[in-house]
C-alpha cells in the first residue's frame, strides 16, 4: 500500500505555517525543563563506503575532526556501521527501514535521525567544511538546533536568509522549510522521535519495486512535516522545542564542486533511482 502524496494546499499550509514561525519578532530562546540539560559533545558524520572516501570528502570531515582537541567526540559511520548501530540500538524494524533506503543521502538522512533520537548530539554533511571558531553554544542544552531555507519556485533558486527572514518578508513562489543539516539534540527529542516514526511508516508502506521520494520521505520535507504537525499540536509551545540557526552559513559553508556531485552519489541525479555503486569510476 503506497501513501497518497500531500497535496499542493498541504504543502502551502506547511510553507505558511514555517513562514510565521521563522518571522517571529521575538525569537528569544525558552529552555523549559525537558531541555535544560546539554546534548552530548558529539559531531556525527556519515560516509556510505569509507574505503572509497573520496580526498575532497576526507577533507571536509577534517574541518571537524579537530574540534576533538576541545573536548568533542567525532564518530563517522559507514553504510555497515550505521546499519548495526541501528540494529543494536532500535531493532529489525528499523534496520528493515534502513534497507529500504535505496541511495546513500536516504541511508544519511535516516540514520541521522536513529542516532540523534537514541544518543544525541549533533550530525552534520560529510560535504559541509566548518568555518566557525565557535561551535560550543550549539551543544549547551536540548533542544533541536536547525537550519531554515526557503526555495523561489519562480527563480528556481534559493533565497537568502537575510531576505525571507525578514518580519513579513513574502512571495507567492517562496517554499519555506527546514533543512535536516545540521541537527543537533538531546537524546529523545519529540521531533526527531516523530520525524523517525513518520519516515519508518512511509518506508514500510511503499510497495516493493517502489522507491519513495527521498526529500519528502527521510530528507527536509519530512523534518518539516513533523515539525508542522507538532506545531499543530503544541501551538506556540514549539518554539520551546527548537533553535532556528538563521546564520548556519557563518559556522559551516557546503563545498562546492565536490566530485560527487557529478555522478550518481548525488541525490538530485538519482531521486528514486536505484544507486549502483558498480557504475561509480574509482578516485
Known sequence: MQQEPDSPAQH??????????VQRKSREHCITDQFVHPAPKTIVQFWHDLQHLPSDIEECISSWTH????????????????????????????????????????QSDYFRLCY?????????????VCVGTDIGWLFEDGCL??????????????????VFLSVDAYDPSWIFYFNNNPLVACTGHPIIEHAL???????????????????ATTGPGNLTKSIFDLGMTLGDGIENHLVILSDWDSLAVSQ?????????????L????????????PE
Open 12 to 21: 502551502q499550509q506547511r510553507s505558511e505555517f514555517i513562514r510565521k514561525l
Open 67 to 106: 574540534w576533538q582537541t576541545s573536548g568533542f567526540t567525532h564518530k563517522l559511520f559507514d553504510e555497515y556501521a550505521a546499519k548495526t548501530f541501528i540494529g543494536c540500538s532500535l531493532g529489525e524494524r528499523y534496520v528493515r527501514a534502513f534497507e529500504r533506503c535505496y541511495h546513500p543521502a536516504m
Open 116 to 128: 540523534l533520537l537514541v544518543e544525541g548530539g549533533g550530525y552534520i554533511d560529510a560535504d559541509d
Open 145 to 162: 538546533k536547525l537550519q531554515p531555507l526557503c526555495y523561489d519556485i519562480a527563480s528556481g533558486s534559493m533565497v537568502k536568509p537575510s
Open 197 to 215: 516514526n513518520q519516515a519508518t511508516r512511509i518506508l514500510e508502506l511503499a510497495d516493493d519495486g517502489v522507491l519513495p521520494e527521498i526529500q
Open 256 to 268: 562546492w564542486p565536490l566530485i560527487h556531485r557529478g555522478d550518481a552519489r548525488n541525490w538530485r
Open 270 to 281: 538519482s531521486n528514486q533511482k536505484r544507486f549502483d555503486p558498480g557504475q561509480i569510476d
